[in-house]
């Protein structure tokens, strides 16, 4: 079996920012991982990724918060995005030009 794309989005958030989201099921869990889920999301404000959710290789789940990474507890696609978008909305609520 090979990897199958769940979700394939881009969402304009406002007129500088955007989401990228991208979710697949695999055959095996990615190094480092525990679930049968490969994943990038991304917000990007002014072409600067300022919010990454990503399982890359070897790293496990993680995500990055402006300058900081720090792990990430996987439970589900569902919950991935909705902890994603909660991320957007704090982020956007931090700086009120966003």
Known sequence: MKAKELIRRRIEITERAIADVV????PAPVD????LFKYRLAFVVDDECVIRYDNERGKGDHRHYGRREMAYRFSNPRQLLADFFE???RWRNERSDD
């Open 23 to 26: 979710v697949w099921t695999v």
């Open 32 to 35: 480092g991982c525990a679930h």
């Open 87 to 89: 991320d957007i909305a």
